[in-house]
Structure formats: C-alpha cells, structure tokens
C-alpha cells in the first residue's frame, strides 16, 4: 500500500484531514465478513501533541479527561481484536487524560489517544451498505 493511499484511507476514515505534519501512517481495516455489517479499522500515525489535540477538536471527539460522551466509550480496549496481527499497532493498555471518543455512525464508536508521538485511533460500527449491498466505504487497500 502506498503513502498516499494510506493517508487517503485514514482521512476518508476520520472525515477529516490528517495534521499536515502526520508521517508514518499505518491503516488497517478488519471486515469479519460480508454475511454481516461490521468493520474495525486501525489506525496509527505520528504526530505532535498539540496536532492531535487539534484534530480532536475537528473531529469533535471529547477528551476523556472532561467527561461527557467520552465516558460512554472509554477507557477502552486498545489491544487488537483476536486473531489481528499487526506489527505495528503497538498502544499501552493506559487510557490517559487527552484521549478522546465520540459515536460513530449508527451503533459505533471511535476513541483515540496519544502516547510517544504517535495517535492511535480504533473505529468500530455496523456498516452502512447501499441498496446493492456493498459497503460504501469500503477499501481495497488494507
């Protein structure tokens, strides 16, 4: 996978763009199978602090830290799914103050933090398909 696949992969997924300072960019997207709607995605890059904090706000994710929402979805699992293999996907089981979590579409979530100049974001929901019944944001490049 290239680069610029990879960084497109986690902006479609974010809804945002990346900080422009975002390097080693790591995406992966578990889809247990077709019969049902539901995905996982990983996704790790490095960043400053202040970058993901920003990044935070254009997501309007709220920060562990300042309750709300963020209490419905953490502190949260930040191991990978049984049987994910990931070399890279390396986060602390700690969920520390700035991070943040929000819902995400219809029965998901996202939550992110940051740790040794790296975000990690996990993203879970059921799916949305079209009326064909292909997943409308599904990437070929995992």
């Known amino acids: 996978m290239t680069g610029f ?8 997924s974010l809804g945002v763009d990346l900080p ?5 960019l790591h995406y992966y997207k578990l889809e247990p199978g077709s019969e049902i709607a539901y995905y996982t995605k990983y996704l790790k890059f490095s960043t ?30 930040w191991e990978a799914e049984p049987g994910v293999q990931l ?3 390396d986060p602390t089981p700690e969920t520390p103050d700035n991070s943040a979590a929000r819902g995400l579409g219809a029965n998901g979530w996202i939550i992110a933090k940051y740790e040794r100049g ?25």
């Open 5 to 12: 696949n990879t960084r497109c992969s986690i902006e479609t």
């Open 20 to 24: 422009e300072g975002a390097a080693n």
């Open 48 to 77: 400053s602090l202040s970058e993901f904090l920003e990044l935070m706000g254009r997501m309007q994710m709220t920060l562990f830290g300042r309750g709300g929402a963020a209490y419905m979805y953490l502190p949260g699992a």
């Open 87 to 89: 070399g890279w996907w």
């Open 118 to 142: 790296c975000a990690y974001i996990i993203a879970t929901d059921t799916g949305r398909y079209d009326g064909t019944g292909h997943q409308r944001d599904s990437e070929a490049d995992q």
